[in-house]
């Protein structure tokens, strides 16, 4: 028989689950009472855990206040945050202090807008249009460059023209020798025209007076010294002055700034290779000459003077014109004195010196193309002028001119030549600023006009003017000013903004080797464009990596012949799209070869069609995304198109190229770079200007970064302090996590008499040791810190609750009067600063190992899992017995039952009386 499954007995009629129920519940009694204790045990437990937990909490709190970098921070507060704000980068390298800045002028993006047309739908015949961001023939240097490097005095300079007409011209904030230029030429009281002519500055009077030229410094200053000004003054028919030559090669000049800024390129410097490779009038070479680490102008004069290889053989130096270098051969006999590229760079080349010597010196090419001009050998992306020699001008009277080019190195030189030379032709900078434009002035029609190379040269090819027609003009187009070579650093290109992020690329050739050119292996990051260039080259792909041919970018031509495309990405880092190298290459014809390229130039065209509309150009432009916006300007009478630079800065300037004469296009917003002036502005030559394509100047000074809002003339403030608020913060962590650990205490410690209650941890010795490890902590003399002994000393007290308060005067006061003193109070490890003695507490209380509160949450959690065990087995026993009980209850209802039917059955009986009875 099974047991009971319902509450009363079928039977009995008794209860009988509530009486297994109420028996169980008094056999459970012991059970109980150990559940309860276990309880009790897992409440000191987590109450013991508590503690441990808000003690590391203020070991935390306490390890804040020792770390030196709260000690050192520092605030940058600007006197007019409305024109200039300060950030710190690193607090460390800063110290209290109070500069003075004058936020000149703010960076601005060049927008330009055409001349007007009749409506959006005006169309245009079939031409090319292409820009890109530099390559300007006619760009100013930087004022820095003058003077051997020394730069310029900034100031103010009076003008006097020759019609006794005088006034000051402010170059105070002058940066380039653009700037100068300008500033002289904008001038409407004085009729004068400043101009570049090599390395030096020319005034050009245009009143046709007979008074005198003349240039005075203002103020007692030296910026008309320092740009070579002081000492015109010309008078009489004179109208030309020229100033002395500012610009010149010297120690210091960078060897990046070298030939237009391409610099020169060496060999690996890991490499050991020779860089030049020498030959002698006594037969004594080849001997070669690594010039791995060197940097500047200087360091390669010396390299080559200082060697011991070449001891007694060769002397370098700076020619006398400031322009080159000069060799000469030491060594007598009939061999030839030659210099040359070593085996990977081509440094000879760059460095102009693999030339031929006469009479054993080799004077080198121009290495420097003067203050606002270009060499010739930079011209064509680098391959310069293939074959100099005679330019022959016809004009249109069919007067005939050769323009004897033999010594020109610059496209000013050419331009000069022309000039002086030819008859009623005048070649000018043309107005892209890309190259040159030739003008018949004759008025002639006898003869078209005819610009030709003389036979055996290429020089009008080269430069573009070959012409033979009636028109009175004659324009180079944009002639491709090299923009980077294999020398370029990375960090350079991009206007200045460098490569993101540098990482590895893959490429696929066009037979589909797939590959991934590692440039930021540990040690051996790519730094140069001819690092990313070789290292392609080394690679087992059928691509072969140049720069290209207009000089602005790296070039990838196909050498598989496969039937596939040249395929870029990036497999990390942005190497590739910052190249301009991410996608996939074209068919190009190379000498009649279809090839697959992939070009990373920098420059954007696109087609322009027959019957293209405004509108059309509008959409073609923005759908280059090349960071210039198209849009249509409607200016009440017709419509112009407007483009629009979304970078700021001068390296972002536009150089416009297109085919027809279809545009023009005014400049209503110049690319130029953000100025900040550091110093005086009152004082001659008193401050120093800073330059930025963005409006903000990283680490103008070590740590400090500022940003100008807005441009203005007055000085403004910024103080840099120390900065106390985040100690401030600390300390009042600490402050928090130790009486948040006192209000525990004191709950799990606590004794109420009137309901005769205690707190869970009441009377314990891990309570009363953690109490008073912490109140001896917070209330001894630290000896042996420095000027502070206390926490009371440092403005943080004890109340009368024991818990801390903190005088944030008082405490701040302490770290502006001693701040190592205080950071050693707190930090001094050797000598047991506070936060010291505090994490020995924390070991011998909450360690992982002997810990007080540890051993004693190990002990408690031991009970609680033997009692654990215990009423585990408890129950079962519990369970156990409620079973048998039912099955008893079971048994005895059958018993009841069976008692009921033979009841029953008895009942039901009636007696038979005997047979034969009568009644």
Known sequence: MGRITTNVGLASGLPIKDIVDQLIEVSSAPRNILARRTEDLQAQQLAIGTLSAKLISIQFSLGKLTSSSLYAAKKATSSDATALTATISDSSSLVNSTYSFTPVRTATAQQLVSQRFDSKESTFTAQSFSFR?????????????????????????????????????????????????????????????????????????????????????????????????????ASGATTEALGNDVFYLHSGTRLSRLNDGTGVHFTNDAAEVDDLVFEFADDSGPIGLDLSGTKTLGDVVNAINDSTQLAGKVTASIAADGNRLELTDLTTGGGTFAVSNGVLGSAADDLGISKTAVGGTIT????????????????????????????????????????????????????NAINTQATDVTAAISDNRGGIVLTDTSGGSASNLLVASESGSTIAEDLGIVHDSAAEKVESGVLNRQLLSKATLLSSINGGRGISTLGDITITDTVGVRETIDLNQVDAEAKTIGDVIDRINASTLGVEARINDTGDGIVLVDTASGSGTIIVDDASGTVAADLNLLGESVEVDIEGVPTQVLNGTSSNSFAIEDDDTLADIVKKINDLDAGVTASLLNDGQGVRLSLTVEKTGAANALLLDFEEANFQFQQISKAQDALLQFGSVQESGGGILVTSSTNTFKEVVSGLSLTIQKASTTPVSITVASNDSGLVTAAEDFIASYNSLRDELKKLTDFDPTANTTGLLFGTSEALRVDTQLSRLVTDRHFGLG?????????????????????????????????????????????????????????????????????????????????????????????????????????????????????????????????????
């Open 133 to 233: 961001t530099g390559g300007f023939v006619d760009k100013g240097i930087s004022l820095e460059e003058l003077n051997g490097g020394l730069g310029v005095r900034l100031g103010q300079i009076r003008i006097t023209d020759k019609s006794g007409e005088s006034d000051v011209v402010d170059l105070r904030f002058a940066s380039t020798v653009d700037d100068v230029l300008d500033a002289i030429n904008a001038n409407a009281t004085i009729n004068v025209t400043a101009k570049a002519v090599g390395d030096s500055i020319q005034l050009v009077d245009n009143t046709g007076q007979a008074s005198t030229l003349s240039v005075q410094e203002v103020n007692n200053g030296k910026t008309a010294l320092d740009l070579g000004l002081s000492t015109i003054s």
């Open 364 to 415: 080198g090419s121009r290495l420097v193309s003067g203050l606002r001009d270009t060499l010739l050998s930079s011209l064509n992306g680098g391959s310069g002028i293939e074959a100099p020699g005679n330019l022959e001008i016809t004009n249109r009277n069919g007067v005939f001119s050769s323009i004897d080019l033999s010594a020109a190195e610059t496209l000013g030189d050419v331009v």
């Open 787 to 919: 000027s502070f002994e206390t926490l009371a000393e440092i403005g943080i007290n004890i109340n009368g609750d024991g818990k801390l308060e903190l005088d944030k005067a008082k405490f701040q006061e302490a770290y502006q009067t001693d701040p190592e003193g205080l950071q050693a109070f707190f930090g001094d490890d050797e000598k047991h600063g506070v936060a010291s003695k505090f994490d020995s507490i924390v070991e011998q209380l909450a360690g992982e190992t002997g810990g007080l509160l540890t051993n004693r949450t190990d002990s408690l959690q031991s009970t609680i899992e033997s009692n654990s065990d215990r009423i585990a087995q408890l129950d079962a026993f519990l369970e156990r017995q409620r079973e048998t009980l039912l099955l008893q209850y079971a048994q005895l209802e059958s018993i009841l039952a069976n008692f009921q039917a033979t009841q029953s059955a008895l009942s039901a009986f009636s007696p038979v009386p005997p047979i034969g009875s009568t009644g």
